[in-house]
Nanobody
Framework: VQLQASGGGLVQTGGSLRLSCAASGRTFSNYNMGWFRQAPGKEREFVAAIKWNGGSTRYADSEKGRFTISRNNAENTVYLQMNSLKPDDTAVYYC????????????????????WGQGTQVTVSS
């Protein structure tokens, strides 16, 4: 499956952005979807994930209440709504697709995702 992330940009502290990730090539609804991010000099970290049918979501502790992941299987797209953005949220954001058989507790693990998009830059100014 090919993934194309978009929607990044420059925003002030407290602002919002909505990232999109469009999938093509295989049946989108067969995959759990995740968002990860990587800041300069740091390791890639988990942000949020959603099960293949949208029935379950998982968030990193620092994003709970600020970010919302959703998906539209009819449009082969997963979204990440980001509110109350902080400078620490500055990073390249990547969407990823993984097997629908992955259990909830493993959704935060990068090795559970086999397909990755190219990333979109999010910069939050102070």
């Amino acid at each position: 499956v090919q993934l194309q992330a978009s929607g990044g940009g420059l925003v002030q502290t407290g602002g919002s952005l909505r990232l999109s990730c469009a999938a093509s090539g295989r049946t989108f609804s067969n995959y759990n979807m995740g968002w990860f991010r990587q800041a300069p000099g740091k390791e890639r970290e988990f942000v949020a994930a959603i099960k293949w049918n949208g029935g379950s979501t998982r968030y990193a502790d620092s994003e709970k209440g600020r970010f919302t992941i959703s998906r539209n299987n009819a449009e082969n797209t997963v979204y990440l709504q980001m509110n109350s953005l902080k400078p620490d949220d500055t990073a390249v954001y990547y969407c990823a697709a993984g097997s629908s058989s992955t259990i909830y507790s493993q959704l935060s693990q990068p090795y559970r995702y086999h397909y990755w998009g190219q990333g979109t830059q999010v910069t939050v100014s102070s």
